[in-house]
C-alpha cells in the first residue's frame, strides 16, 4: 500500500468521523428543542443592511448596500447599477417557535423589467456562516445552530429543516419606494416578525 493511499483512507475515515459527529450534535432528537430554547436569545431588532444611492445619471441609479452583524459591525459591502425606481429585498425567513431568523437573499426591482437582480449570500457569508448574525456577545451555541441552519435554508431543504428544527422556510419581501439619493435606508429585521425600513 502506498503512501498516498494510506493518506486517502486516512483522510476518508477522518470525513466519516467528522460527519458523524456532526449529524449526531444537529440532527438527535434533542437538539430540536435546543435550538427553540436558545432562539429568545436574539435581539429583538438588529439593523442588518443599509441601503443608499450613491449617484444618479442619465435616468439610471448606483446603489450601496452594506451588511452588518448583530452588534452593528460592517460585515460586508456590495454595489450595484440599475434604472431607477423602488428596490424590492428578499429575504429566506425561518420561523422557530415564534421567532423569526432572516437570511438576505436577493434584491430585485418591482417591475416586468426586472434590470436589477443581486444575490445577495456571497456578500455577507464568511466560511459558510450568515455574518449578520455573527456576535461577540451571545451565546456560542446559538451561533453555531444558526451556523447549520443557513446551510439548510440556502437550499430551502423544507424536508431536512422540518426534520431537524420542527420549522420550514419560506421567502419574504420588503419593498421600498425610490431611495432618494444619499440618504441611508436601514432595513430592520424584527426577532417577532418582519422586516421594516427606517432612515
Known amino acids: 500500500?502506498?503512501?498516498q493511499t494510506k493518506l486517502i483512507i486516512v483522510c476518508a475515515s477522518a470525513a466519516i468521523v467528522v460527519g458523524a459527529l456532526v449529524w449526531w450534535l444537529f440532527a438527535t432528537p434533542g437538539n430540536k428543542v435546543r435550538i427553540g430554547e436558545k432562539i429568545h436569545l436574539l435581539k429583538e431588532t438588529t439593523v442588518q443592511m443599509r441601503l443608499k444611492v450613491i449617484a444618479r445619471s442619465d435616468g439610471s441609479a448606483q446603489v450601496a448596500v452594506k451588511f452588518f452583524d448583530v452588534d452593528g459591525k460592517?460585515?460586508?459591502?456590495?454595489e450595484q447599477q440599475y434604472s431607477g425606481g423602488r428596490?424590492?429585498?428578499r429575504?429566506?425567513?425561518v420561523e422557530i417557535d415564534g421567532r423569526h431568523i432572516y437570511f438576505p437573499y436577493e434584491m430585485t426591482q418591482p417591475s416586468q423589467t426586472d434590470t436589477l437582480r443581486l444575490q445577495l449570500q456571497q456578500y455577507y457569508v464568511n466560511n459558510g456562516f450568515p455574518m449578520v448574525y455573527d456576535t461577540h456577545t451571545g451565546d456560542a451555541l446559538l451561533r453555531d445552530e444558526i451556523g447549520v441552519?443557513?446551510?439548510n435554508t440556502l437550499t430551502l431543504k423544507r424536508k431536512k429543516l422540518e426534520a431537524l428544527y420542527g420549522c420550514t422556510a419560506h421567502i419574504v419581501e420588503a419593498t421600498l419606494g425610490e431611495p432618494m439619493e444619499r440618504v441611508n435606508y436601514s432595513v430592520i429585521a424584527k426577532a417577532d416578525g418582519g422586516i421594516e425600513f427606517g432612515n
Do not use: E, N, P, S
Not at 460592517?74 to 456590495?78: D, M, N, P, Q
Open 74 to 78: 460592517a460585515v460586508g459591502r456590495c
Open 91 to 93: 429575504f429566506m425567513d
Open 1 to 3: 500500500m502506498t503512501k
Open 87 to 89: 428596490i424590492t429585498l
Open 149 to 151: 441552519l443557513y446551510q
